[in-house]
């Protein structure tokens, strides 16, 4: 359900056409013609103000970008960042996650991106978190098999959650920090918002990678093989 | 390489035939004839004082128990709450584990417990700490199948290097808990020494299960087979 607080947020939007495409559900599965290429697509999940999206379209210019939010308040903002830096390798898409796979075709996407999802820490909210094992099986299907999911929090109880997910699941753990700003995986990090001030605060961010199960897989193959031979 | 630091402790350590077998490795593979039974056989890495295994040992009667210890100073302490418990399910052995694949054979061990082992902080020692996966690729021989590791420390260095570890070695992770002891799975915990001093202090205790390789392995085939369906 999409929460429409403010009257002619929709017409605005609607200025935007190449940023904020309204009909994505027609470019499912074609997204290489929206852009007029065939780059690798990234997608945020949760884009906020859209700091990290931005800045990413901004330094990998051989890479598309999405930046999917529901929120229209903060997602106007990023929309507005995204045009003053005239970037023709993002898109926002203002949609429910829950309905990703509306909006790409199996195998369309090469990389997620969860930064500082809501930790919904209640037990019976579960559900909600977008690691609980009913989202990464629909980012499973739109992934790559070469694909992977980037997670990073400053919540300890969503970390927590998560990597107990990705392995049930059976993605392949990588990467796995408690604190990202001292670790050799801060390089070339890009902060969102709630980052640089949680960073600015002395707060520990989280990280880790989730490789898709195929890599997993694939391992657990080449394992086997070098054990019979 | 053993260290003797007081002359007479191997005599003393002699004196203790059942508790401390000093000719462990004519065991190896045959350790139900020590015990006289078919119990399945868990192992502690790294024992200390002793307080955890020789609790498991009394609490459970049907399984065999064995702390493995480089250390006299502290084995012996654990050798005499031992027998002041009169165990008979329970021994010790005075080794380093680097060579623990001389006193198991392949698939002889159900369970691993690795409990608040050095962290050996540098990175120049990384090749020392017992989750290592040199360490873990031993681990995995003597185990059986169905066997796992359960890893609890305090330290939040050696918890990130271990899931790191475990992932890339193909274990199956499991039950992963930043604070033991505000989560689920503190039903049933047994509390070494040290986890008792850090858990009086406030401090949180990390924990998490480790699965066999081939449980992973299984999971992928169960995985595969039922999309292929």
Same mark, same amino acid.
Not at 27 to 54: A, R
Not at 63 to 68: H, Q, T
Not at 144 to 156: F, M, R, S, V
């Given at each position: 359900?999409?929460?429409?607080?403010?009257?002619?947020?929709?017409?605005a939007m609607a200025t935007?056409?190449?940023?904020?495409?309204?009909?994505?559900?027609?470019?499912?599965?074609?997204?290489?013609?929206?852009?007029?290429?065939?780059?690798?697509?990234?997608?945020? *999940?949760?884009?906020? /103000? $859209?700091?990290?999206?931005?800045?990413? +379209?901004? !330094?990998?210019?051989?890479? &598309?970008?999405?930046?999917?939010?529901?929120?229209?308040?903060?997602?106007?903002?990023?929309?507005?960042?995204?045009?003053?830096?005239?970037?023709?390798?993002?898109?926002?898409?203002?949609?429910?996650?829950?309905?990703?796979?509306?909006?790409?075709?199996?195998?369309?996407?090469?990389?997620?991106?969860?930064?500082?999802?809501?930790?919904?820490?209640?037990?019976?909210?579960?559900?909600?978190?977008?690691?609980?094992?009913?989202? *990464?099986?629909?980012? /499973? $299907?739109?992934?790559?098999?070469?694909? +992977?999911? !980037?997670?990073?929090?400053? &919540?300890?109880?969503?970390?927590?959650?998560?990597?107990?997910?990705?392995?049930?699941?059976?993605?392949?753990?990588?990467?796995?920090?408690?604190?990202?700003?001292?670790?050799?995986?801060?390089?070339?990090?890009?902060?969102?918002?709630?980052?640089?001030?949680?960073?600015?605060?002395?707060?520990?961010?989280?990280?880790?990678?989730?490789?898709?199960?195929?890599q997993l897989a694939a391992?657990?193959?080449?394992?086997?093989?070098?054990?019979?031979?």
């Amino acid at each position: 359900m999409r929460l429409r607080k403010k009257p002619g947020v929709r017409e605005a939007m609607a200025t935007y056409p190449k940023l904020v495409p309204l009909n994505g559900e027609e470019y499912k599965g074609k997204w290489n013609s929206f852009f007029g290429n065939d780059n690798p697509i990234h997608v945020e *999940l949760g884009t906020g /103000k $859209g700091n990290f999206i931005t800045t990413l +379209a901004e !330094q990998n210019p051989d890479i &598309n970008y999405f930046g999917v939010e529901l929120y229209e308040e903060v997602l106007i903002r990023a929309v507005k960042k995204a045009e003053a830096k005239e970037l023709n390798n993002l898109s926002f898409l203002w949609i429910n996650i829950q309905d990703i796979e509306k909006y790409f075709a199996p195998g369309e996407v090469d990389k997620f991106y969860l930064n500082f999802s809501d930790p919904w820490p209640k037990k019976r909210h579960a559900r909600r978190r977008l690691t609980h094992s009913e989202f *990464l099986t629909k980012y /499973k $299907g739109l992934l790559k098999p070469e694909g +992977a999911i !980037q997670l990073k929090t400053d &919540n300890e109880g969503l970390f927590q959650f998560s990597l107990n997910q990705f392995a049930q699941e059976l993605f392949l753990l990588k990467e796995i920090t408690f604190d990202l700003h001292n670790s050799e995986y801060v390089e070339g990090n890009v902060m969102t918002e709630y980052e640089a001030k949680f960073v600015g605060q002395g707060m520990k961010i989280f990280r880790c990678i989730a490789a898709h199960p195929a890599q997993l897989a694939a391992k657990v193959e080449e394992q086997k093989s070098r054990t019979s031979v």
